[in-house]
C-alpha cells in the first residue's frame, strides 16, 4: 500500500529520486558531469517534489522510499508557479554552453503534453539502487493507475529510457508519440492508459 509522502519524508524520496536517475540516458545527457550530476539533480528534480509534496503527489513504497513516484493530479499544473521560475537559472547556472540544448529539451516536454484533457501526470519514477528489479517501482505505478481506473481518468507519461518502455506497456500505457534531443542522440517516449473499468 502506498504511503503518501510528507515533508519529513522528503530526504529520504529525494535520494531515491537522485539515484534513479543517475544514469538514465537522458538526465545523463541533460547533466553530463558525473561528478556534479547528483548535486544538479537533486536541485532540478527537488523543484517537482517540492510542488507535488503539499497536494499528496509523493508517494513512497515503504518508509524508506524504496520506490518513490510524484505525479500531479488532474488539472493540476507540474510545477507551482514560483518553482517553474526556477528552471531556467538552474539549467544556466549548471550547464554553460549545453544550457540552450538541455532548455530546448525541457521545451519539447511541455509541447509533448496532452491538451483539453484531465489527467494524472506522472513527472518521475524512481526504485533506490538496492531494491531494483523486485517490482516495487511498478508496484507504485500500479496503485496509481488503479485510483486513475476508480475517478474514470487517463494516465499520461514520459519514458526517458527506451528500457522501461516494457514495463510500462504492461500496465495497459500505450506509446503516444516521441520526441528527440536536440542532437537527436536520445528519444523520449510519451505514453498514455486510457482508464480501465473494473
Known amino acids: 500500500m502506498a504511503i503518501v509522502a510528507t515533508e519529513a519524508h522528503r530526504d529520504a524520496v529525494m535520494?531515491?529520486?537522485?539515484?534513479?536517475?543517475?544514469?538514465?540516458?537522458?538526465?545523463?545527457?541533460?547533466?553530463?558531469?558525473d561528478e556534479?550530476?547528483?548535486?544538479?539533480?537533486?536541485e532540478i528534480f527537488g523543484l517537482y517534489v517540492n510542488s507535488a509534496l503539499p497536494?499528496?503527489?509523493?508517494?513512497?513504497?515503504?518508509?524508506?522510499?524504496?520506490?518513490?513516484?510524484?505525479?500531479?493530479?488532474p488539472g493540476e499544473p507540474e510545477?507551482?508557479?514560483?518553482?517553474?521560475?526556477?528552471?531556467?537559472?538552474?539549467?544556466?547556472?549548471?550547464?554553460?554552453?549545453?544550457?540552450?540544448?538541455?532548455?530546448?529539451t525541457v521545451h519539447r516536454?511541455?509541447?509533448a503534453i496532452p491538451q483539453g484533457r484531465t489527467f494524472y501526470y506522472l513527472s518521475l519514477l524512481g526504485t533506490h539502487a538496492d531494491s531494483r528489479g523486485k517490482g516495487i517501482g511498478m508496484?507504485?505505478?500500479?496503485?496509481?493507475?488503479?485510483?486513475?481506473?476508480?475517478?474514470?481518468?487517463?494516465t499520461y507519461l514520459e519514458s526517458t529510457n527506451p528500457d522501461n518502455n516494457r514495463r510500462y506497456e504492461r500496465l495497459d500505457f500505450k506509446a503516444q508519440g516521441?520526441?528527440?534531443?536536440?542532437?537527436?542522440?536520445?528519444?523520449?517516449?510519451?505514453?498514455?492508459?486510457d482508464p480501465v473499468s473494473r
Do not use: C
Not at 499528496?56 to 522510499?65: I, K, L, N, P, T
Not at 508496484?139 to 487517463?154: M, S, W
Open 55 to 73: 497536494r499528496g503527489g509523493v508517494w513512497m513504497s515503504d518508509e524508506r522510499a524504496s520506490a518513490a513516484a510524484v505525479f500531479t493530479q
Open 79 to 104: 510545477l507551482t508557479e514560483a518553482d517553474d521560475a526556477k528552471v531556467e537559472p538552474i539549467f544556466r547556472k549548471y550547464l554553460g554552453d549545453h544550457a540552450t540544448a538541455a532548455l530546448e
Open 178 to 193: 516521441s520526441f528527440t534531443t536536440p542532437d537527436d542522440s536520445h528519444t523520449v517516449t510519451t505514453m498514455w492508459r
Open 139 to 154: 508496484g507504485l505505478l500500479a496503485e496509481l493507475v488503479a485510483l486513475a481506473d476508480r475517478e474514470g481518468q487517463p
Open 15 to 33: 535520494e531515491t529520486i537522485v539515484h534513479a536517475f543517475n544514469a538514465d540516458p537522458l538526465w545523463s545527457w541533460m547533466f553530463p558531469d
Open 109 to 111: 516536454f511541455e509541447a
Open 36 to 42: 556534479r550530476r547528483a548535486e544538479q539533480h537533486a
